[in-house]
């Protein structure tokens, strides 16, 4: 079993990966930076130390400060959380270098899956359906050009490294396709720091579904079931739940198949995210893979009781899964809302300052995983995210229900602004209520909502 680990984090992820330490004795220390000296992690850690100033790139985006700190305070294993350094394959070299445990899968899997042309041709050959497009990098707007005549309109570019929706431009004609690619390259090379592309058939009515796989050191994989990221804004995620409202267990275990056999073909360890586009028909395509815990783990633990950040740790001290593919129950029903310290009256502009008051939602079926309190100064160098509220249900319905209870019962007073009233509206949308929509339908609903609260003001 490890002996203590390094928090390379902060946030909330920071304080759920302090929390399961504790859970099994293990000892933390949590990295922060200098705008995060009275964060909740630190206070809740066994150890801290200072890594740096509030700028990400001299602290949680900088290696040598965090090994460093991993070193100084006697850890032999860290944790990267998700975001920053989580899926960089260079920093997962380090760790290993240094005798530290890098609580994630092998650089290897990192390299391939982080680069999406190679990412594509690794899952199409472990027999995974992708999206029909290029099989590597473009070497040329002809290329692309060509590729687009032969699948056809509309098309995707898309980096080939990055991920969060910078540089996606969609195409559907020619012309557009030759406007779209030098503005892509240019936002690739300066979001990731290279302007490879690739091009995919675009699905203009597709739902966003993943799987959440497991796998330990001895050749044990597993998958916990689906989740449902379709609610998202400009390809950020606002609402997740698990399971899909439109996949049925056969699906599911298909999807799953696929997953485990796409982790096994790259010996991935520890616990991962498969990606999928899932058009009307049911047919579904690998888009990514997150080498990572990802933001909305939480509803799959309500839906299966398992803890996944627990297995990572578990997974890392060399554990086998306890657990087979048989085990894996799904109950019930969770959602997550992302509370992100933003104005959705103001197109989402990002919002600081302090949190005067804060009293977290409870109740049956409520869990919440946040890092404030009253009195917390909300640093404006970092993610928006302030607290993600989960509810389970027996059902659907129930799940929803109680997550209106839980944001009308949450209290967030001072100067922060933040996404609840928005997503207390689009609970209630009944688009939404009904489980047919799109990746497309928070932008739609958007302009409905705030004609109406233009005319309420």
Same mark, same amino acid.
């Given at each position: ?154 098309? /995707? ?220 100064? /909300? ?46 509206? /689009? ?31």
């Amino acid at each position: 079993m490890l002996n203590k680990v390094l928090v390379a984090n902060r946030g909330e992820i920071a304080v759920r990966i302090v929390r399961a330490c504790r859970d099994l004795g293990i000892g933390s220390v949590v990295a922060y930076s200098e705008a995060d000296r009275n964060t909740l992690a630190v206070r809740l850690a066994d150890e801290s130390i200072c890594i740096g100033p509030a700028a990400p790139s001299k602290s949680y985006l900088h290696p040598p400060a965090l090994i460093s700190a991993a070193l100084i305070t006697g850890c032999d294993a860290v944790h990267p959380g998700y975001g920053f350094l989580s899926e960089n394959p260079y920093f997962a070299e380090a760790c290993a270098q240094c005798n530290l445990v890098f609580i994630g899968p092998e650089p290897e899997p990192i390299r391939l899956m982080g680069d999406k042309s190679i990412g594509r041709q690794t899952m199409n050959a472990a027999g995974v359906p992708t999206v029909p497009g290029s099989e590597g990098e473009l070497s040329s707007i002809d290329e692309a050009i060509s590729l687009a005549r032969e699948i056809g309109y509309p098309v /995707l570019l898309k980096p080939s490294a990055g991920g969060g929706g910078r540089g996606m431009r969609v195409a559907r004609d020619e012309s557009e396709l030759q406007r779209a690619y030098p503005t892509a390259r240019a936002e690739a090379e300066g979001a990731f720091g290279r302007g490879d592309l690739i091009l995919e058939k675009y699905l203009p009515s597709v739902r966003h579904v993943e799987i959440q796989v497991l796998a330990d050191h001895h050749g044990n994989a597993i998958h916990l079931g689906e989740r449902d990221c379709s609610s998202q804004r400009r390809h950020q995620k606002i609402i997740e739940e698990a399971p899909s409202p439109i996949v049925n267990a056969e699906l599911r275990a298909k999807m799953g198949e696929d997953a485990v056999r796409g982790i096994q073909a790259i010996g991935y360890r520890n616990a991962g995210t498969l990606e999928f586009l899932m058009d009307e028909q049911g047919n579904y395509y690998f888009i990514e893979m997150n080498t990572r815990i990802q933001v909305e783990h939480p509803v799959t633990e309500l839906i299966t009781g398992i803890d996944l950040v627990k297995w990572q740790l578990l997974v890392a001290s060399g554990e086998r899964l306890t657990l087979e593919q048989k085990d894996v129950r799904i109950r019930g029903h969770a959602v997550e809302c992302r509370i992100n310290a933003e104005d959705p009256e103001r197109d989402f502009l990002p919002s600081v300052g302090e949190i005067e008051l804060f009293v977290p939602p409870g109740g049956p079926g409520v869990r919440v995983d946040t890092h404030l309190y009253s009195g917390y100064k /909300l640093p404006g160098s970092y993610d928006s995210l302030m607290a993600k509220i989960i509810t389970w249900g027996d059902d659907r319905n129930e799940a929803l229900d109680r997550m209106r209870r839980a944001l009308n019962e949450c209290i967030l007073e001072g100067s922060v602004k933040s996404t609840i009233p928005f997503q207390l509206a /689009l609970i209630d949308d009944p688009a939404f209520r009904s489980g047919n929509i799109s990746i497309h339908y928070v932008g739609e609903f958007m302009q409905k909502w705030k004609e109406r609260e233009a005319v309420v003001a």
